[in-house]
């Protein structure tokens, strides 16, 4: 899997987006871009995936440079539930075999009131 | 709908004692995960289930740990005579077939080896 860079906190009002970086500057053509999220105490929760085109679901959306080597995490209205630590990870999505989770460090999103 | 589902929520148990910790996953998920997470850590991988496929045992840290998946639904992870390095909390996560193969995470059990 593709190394990711994110930094290591940001701070966000309540009510603005927030936007989180995430650096793969090394990604494959076959490696997708995806995020996760773990508030404190809890397990991590999934919120969305992309190849190469946008994507948007009810949680974010997801901008992938045309070049594959950055994408942002787009939380459109954050809220004091947000407050969470954010994981970037790029792998290939494959079916039929273990493809166990591997979190680096990620980003500790504070979402201010 | 039903989310990964884990019980107990928190164990504490002694030195030596065995524990089952227990993972029902979303219905229809062929893959189940087990993970531990040390206090302030990463995700550690212990085991994969697919479908009737022998189990993936590679991040079984000794043979005091075992899991088992019945009939493809619910899943026991054993630990025999815990030590207190077994303190974590273990998560259970569940991913649909196909090429998505995101994983839905179970809320975890805090095990606690005094």
């Known amino acids: 899997d593709a190394k990711t860079t994110q930094p290591p906190s940001m701070d966000c009002a309540e009510g603005r987006a927030a936007n989180l970086p995430c650096n793969h500057s090394?990604?494959?053509?076959?490696?997708?871009v995806y995020w996760y999220r773990q508030i404190h105490s809890q397990g991590p929760q999934y919120i969305i995936h992309?190849?190469?085109n946008n994507e948007t679901n009810e949680m974010a959306s997801l901008i992938i440079t045309e070049d594959r080597k950055s994408s942002t995490l787009i939380l459109p209205h954050a809220t004091l539930r947000d407050t969470a630590v954010y994981y970037c990870?790029?792998?290939?999505?494959?079916?039929?075999?273990?493809?166990?989770?591997?979190f680096g460090s990620g980003t500790q999103l504070t979402v201010l009131p | 709908g039903a989310g990964v589902s884990q019980s107990p929520s928190n164990k504490v148990t002694e030195k030596g004692k065995d524990v089952e910790l227990r993972c029902d996953p979303i219905?229809?998920?062929?893959?189940l995960y087990w993970y531990r997470q040390s206090l302030g850590q990463g995700l550690e991988f212990l085991i994969y289930?697919?479908?009737?496929?022998?189990?993936?045992k590679s991040g079984l840290p000794s043979d005091r740990f075992s899991a088992e998946r019945t009939g493809g639904s619910v899943s026991t992870l054993t630990i025999q005579r815990t030590q207190q390095e077994d303190s974590a909390v273990y998560l259970c996560?569940?991913?649909?077939?196909?090429?998505?193969?995101?994983?839905?995470f179970g809320p975890g059990t805090r095990l606690t080896v005094l």
């Open positions: 090394t990604i494959s053509g076959n490696e997708y």
């Open positions: 289930f697919q479908g009737n496929s022998a189990p993936d």
């Open positions: 990870i790029v792998r290939v999505a494959t079916s039929g075999s273990a493809r166990q989770l591997t």
């Open positions: 992309g190849l190469k």
């Open positions: 996560a569940s991913s649909p077939t196909g090429a998505r193969n995101e994983q839905f």
């Open positions: 219905s229809g998920h062929t893959a």
